[in-house]
């Protein structure tokens, strides 16, 4: 009797196996939840090449003047001709260009750069970045309407819109067919597999060939980390794998080899401003020992040494910004709290020691 008691439960395990072999099931069942519409909305914000994902809105080639100097034009100049460290977004283009829908100076050796407007071929791709990933310091804080604005005004600055136009999602794929290079893309790379001009027409060159004969000098690569900056993220050497190339530098010890101007500061000598200046962003646009968008912070350093108010005005110049003092590009304001635009400046106001 008991056996077959036995071989009726193991029946029915089977066959409750079986139907749930053919429902689908939870994966693990309790753990998790579906994502909400507003969830999923926050995440999908790419825009395609045919406009689709494009949020509704409109702005002005002047509201974009506006947003542009005020959160742009700080990195890529006021009139997109950007400075030494980002590339032009403007410039190259002609009326003919935007007649042909081909940049002939993208042919041109002689010529000395490229910009944005040169290569770009669908508009859907300005709008998703800019909308993405810019202001550099706060992404994806603008409102479509600025993003439609700048937009606006960068194709202004490349004459392919007059100065009094109004870019909306009704006139964005109107104005695509008057990119210089809408028609600049190429499939010659062979990296598209399908039918049609360039596609799977050939193998890719994804094999190269390593130089077996009258090779060049092998370049050698070396970096290394300024002494108050080396321990800011905790010790490297104990956050790589002991396996492979790159096994982390020992940063919880001072490095080996002394640097010119007066040696090395101790590894804790600045932790807490260098937290502070990564906190804030400060470190984009302003390098330790070298020029970015804005001077040196050891330039700035030098510059205020000595100065009985130092930390003040320094804390004062963050937090309100200002231009002409080191050029003409402008430092917004910092919407960082005083006591850490106080904490920044005292540290400079004392040399960036300890």
Known sequence: MSSCREWLIAAGLLCAAAAQAQTPAVAY????RAATAKEVQAWDIDVRPDF??????????????????AKCAACHGVFGESNEFFSPIVGG????????????????????????????STLSTLWDYINRAMPWNQPKSLASDEVYAVTAYILSLGEIVPDDFTLSDRNIAEVQALLPNRNGMSADHALWPGAGPGLGRRKPDVTAAACMKDCGAQPVVASFLPE???????NLAEQNRAVGAQHGADTAQPSATPKPGGGAQPVAAAAAAVALLNKHSCLACHGTDNKIVGPSLRDVAQKYAGRADGADYLAGKIKAGGAG??????????ALGAADAKAIAQWLADGMKK
Do not use: C
């Open 228 to 234: 108050f900056a080396r321990d800011a993220h905790g």
């Open 29 to 32: 069942p309790g753990v998790g």
């Open 325 to 334: 003092v080191w050029g003409a590009i402008p430092m917004p304001p910092q």
């Open 93 to 120: 283009t002609t009326r003919d260009d935007i007649k042909t829908g081909h940049v002939a100076r993208l042919n041109d050796r002689s010529y000395p750069g490229r910009t944005t407007l040169m290569k770009l």
């Open 52 to 69: 689709k994902g494009l949020p509704k809105g409109a702005g002005t080639v002047a509201q974009g003047m506006q947003v542009w100097e």
